[in-house]
Each structure stands twice: as C-alpha cells, then as structure tokens.
C-alpha cells in the first residue's frame, strides 16, 4: 500500500469535512468538538483555511489510492509556538505507522514555513493509544490541565527539535 502524505488544497477543503465529522461520531472522547453541533456548522473554520491556502493554518493529509485515509492539523500562534490539532487516521488504516508519518510531515511543514518553532498539543488522558504515538514521535508532557469536574482532563505535550 502506498500512502501519499500533502498538504490538502483548496478544492479538497469537502473531503476534509468528511474525515473530520467521521473523527467526531466515531471517537467523540478524543476531540473537543461534538459531532452533533458540528453537523450543525455550515462551514469549518480549518475548511476556509485550506480553501484560502493560509499560511499559518494548514491541514496535512494521508492519501491512500486517492483517498484520504488520516489528517492532522497545524495552527501557528503569535509567537514561536503553533499547535497540533485534529489528528484522525481511519480505523482500518490504524497501526501501520500512517500517523507517525502524518505526524512527521505535519512538523517538517511547520519548521519549513516557521524557524524554531514550538509545537503544543493535548491528548484526553484516556486516548493511550494517541499518547504513546506523541511520546514515540519525541513529544513530552508538560503539565496536566483539569478541564471539568468529570475527570476530563488533558495532557498537555510539546516538541521543539532542538529541545536537548
């Protein structure tokens, strides 16, 4: 199986929005957003952005045979850091290193288009499976914020290449 990994262009802004409301019904404790109230929203923020092509917002993709089986997304912020966010791989396309790899490419393009950049993201303490992709990859935990009274906390991570 060849797997090609790019940044999405502006006409595939719609099969995004397909992945990404799969990522929401199929694993809704491993994202903030709810599928319900995203079925609701006429047209995603990160849609505008790769329709516009902008440079501080991008989403990777992982293309199998043409189909887009994995993404993952980049925001830069103000200052040195930009963060990772959506990260999603098809169940039947899961543990054959397609999210190492998406991850990769994900980080090569931020450091491309941003020198020293500081990469943050949360993982739900429960996505293991999720955690032990980011530790692998070289991210490392930085402090754990409660965000309700639930246990529905995240772990927040961060990666910065010259961090030793």
């Known amino acids: 199986m060849n797997i090609e990994y790019r940044t999405l262009l502006p006409y595939e802004s719609k099969i995004y929005r397909t992945i990404r409301l799969e990522s929401l019904e199929k694993f809704p404790e491993a ?3 709810k599928y319900e109230e ?3 929203i006429e047209k995603f923020r990160m849609e505008s952005d790769i329709e516009n092509q902008l440079s501080e917002r991008f989403v990777v993709g992982a293309f199998a ?3 887009l089986v994995g993404i993952c997304a980049f925001v830069k912020e103000k200052d040195h850091t930009g963060h990772l966010y959506q990260m999603y791989i ?14 990769q490419e994900v980080v090569n393009e931020a450091e491309i288009r941003f020198d020293a950049i500081e990469i943050i993201l949360e993982v739900t303490h429960n ?5 032990q992709l980011y530790k692998k ?3 490392n935990e930085v402090i754990e ?5 639930e246990s529905n906390h995240h772990i927040v991570m961060r990666y910065y290449k010259n961090q030793f």
Not at 90 to 103: A, P, T
Not at 127 to 131: D, E, G, I, L
Not at 145 to 149: G, T, Y
């Open 90 to 103: 098809k169940e039947n396309f899961q543990g054959r290193n397609i999210g190492l790899r998406l991850i």
């Open 145 to 149: 914020a409660h965000k309700s009274k």
């Open 127 to 131: 996505n293991v499976k999720a955690y």
């Open 38 to 40: 995203a079925l609701q």
């Open 31 to 33: 994202f903030g957003a």
């Open 65 to 67: 045979d043409q189909e």
């Open 137 to 139: 990859f070289g991210f």
